[in-house]
């Protein structure tokens, strides 16, 4: 456990949380909640900006802090929801705040917000010295990591980031995720009157049909998915379609089976289409790269270490979805993404319980406090003593209950 532990407003947090999920904020219009941010970081002494992209904005802010030696540390999290949202409805029943009515609840991601609000301010009224702390709000990240790909990674001086973004009880860590590519099919055939002369016509529907049975789909191995997502075309019943699109997408921790699995999507559904003498358009799109983080990277063994001294057991996930953190670890910031406490997402059975909703923050709180021990512009501590279990590597800890490597050290490396 921590040597002191330092005071979180518990009803301070949940206030918080409510109040911003009664803020209707679907992706691409954040502007609300923007607004409020804004001025919640500035009453705290963050310097903020507003960094717009055309679509939408993030939010960037900056604390200076007392360790002017140590490396910054950047918590994130994102502005907008998965719709629906307009018109939230939550009960709060048993510590448990739930969605009641056809709404989203909007933990995801309001409850990594409302946990980095609260542990920059709880860091401020207990007096914790720190380095600095930059705070990214993304935009639009439901629609495809919009906020993070068009962020303005020049005005970002860290290189280690706490992603707020993962669902589940608080301790899950995410080491992985996959990279991710869509692709739009535009399959063309030969119009004609389908009661009068159908036999001149070439049917784009058929054609599509053919294709979407051919293409392997779902799960394709324990790291590849594939999926056909959305089908559209025709203008009547009375006339043999002319055009058909299909939406699709491919996902692969594995750089080389995603190569494989799309190049062989594209061949089959060219050779369909020439077969029944249509033409086929495509186009592609890499939505985000995969990432991996080692057992031995330094900075996961310091967040297993803040778990730890949370009294939270790590848990190490592997998911088939993308974050932020895609998009920052591809940027050269290493990037954690770690769960909120949020269940149910992307549901209107969404809920968190207030219990994980406050160990999420503790554990941000705990982060800022000890980052400054892991990192220091000067170079990086090789070992710091303490009484924590070690956790390089953790899972040996974790079942033992000592560590024999380094004789109750914790190694924090290089």
Same mark, same amino acid.
């Given at each position: 456990m921590m040597k002191k532990t330092f005071r979180i407003n518990r009803k301070r947090l949940v206030s918080t949380f409510l109040e911003m999920i009664r803020i209707n904020s679907p992706s691409f @219009? &954040?502007? !609300?909640m923007g607004d409020y941010l804004e001025a919640q970081l500035s009453a705290l002494g963050f310097k903020v900006m507003r960094q717009t992209y055309g679509a939408s904005f993030n939010i960037l802010a900056l604390k200076k802090g007392k360790h002017a030696d140590a490396l910054p540390l950047i918590l994130s999290g @994102?502005?907008?929801t998965i719709e !629906?949202? &307009?018109? %939230?409805r939550y009960s709060i029943k048993e510590n448990v705040i739930s969605s009641t009515g056809d709404t989203v609840l909007g933990a995801d991601d309001k409850s990594a917000v409302a946990q980095i609000l609260e542990a920059v301010t709880a860091a401020a009224e207990n007096?914790?010295?720190h380095g600095d702390i930059e705070i990214i709000f993304t935009s639009a990240e439901e629609k495809g990591l919009h906020g993070a790909k068009n962020l303005d990674y020049r005005k970002i001086q860290g290189r280690h980031a706490l992603v707020l973004d993962s669902g589940g009880r608080v301790g899950? %860590?995410? %080491?992985a995720a996959p990279s991710h590519i869509t692709y739009e099919m535009h399959v063309l055939g030969k119009p004609a009157h389908a009661g009068i002369e159908p036999e001149k016509g070439i049917s784009a529907i058929r054609v599509a049909a053919e294709i979407i049975g051919a293409l392997p789909d779902g799960r394709i191995d324990a790291e590849t998915t594939?999926?056909?997502g959305m089908v559209s075309g025709g203008t009547a019943t009375n006339v043999v379609p002319r055009e058909v699109t299909i939406h699709g997408e491919v996902r692969s921790h594995n750089p080389a089976v995603l190569k494989g699995i799309k190049s062989n999507i594209f061949r089959q559904a060219k050779e369909i289409a020439h077969r029944r003498?249509?033409? %086929?358009r495509i186009a592609e799109r890499k939505e985000y790269q995969a990432f991996r983080i080692k057992q031995n990277?330094?900075?996961l063994g310091f967040m297993n270490n803040v778990f730890l001294k949370c009294g939270i057991r790590p848990e190490h996930a592997i998911t088939g979805g993308g974050s932020d953190a895609n998009i920052f670890n591809a940027k050269g910031i290493r990037s954690i993404n770690i769960s909120t406490g949020m269940q149910n997402v992307h549901s209107t059975n969404e809920y968190i319980e207030v219990e994980d909703l406050v160990k999420g923050c503790r554990v941000v709180l705990a982060a800022i406090e000890h980052f400054t021990e892991f990192s220091e512009k000067k170079g990086v501590r090789q070992e710091k003593k303490s009484d924590a279990l070690c956790s390089f590597p953790y899972q040996q800890c974790l079942r033992s209950g000592s560590c024999g490597q380094s004789k109750g050290r914790v190694c924090w490396r290089s």
């Open positions: @219009h &954040e502007g !609300p @994102h502005m907008d !629906p949202t &307009e018109g %939230i007096g914790i010295p899950k %860590i995410v %080491i594939a999926n056909i003498n249509s033409r %086929i990277d330094p900075f």
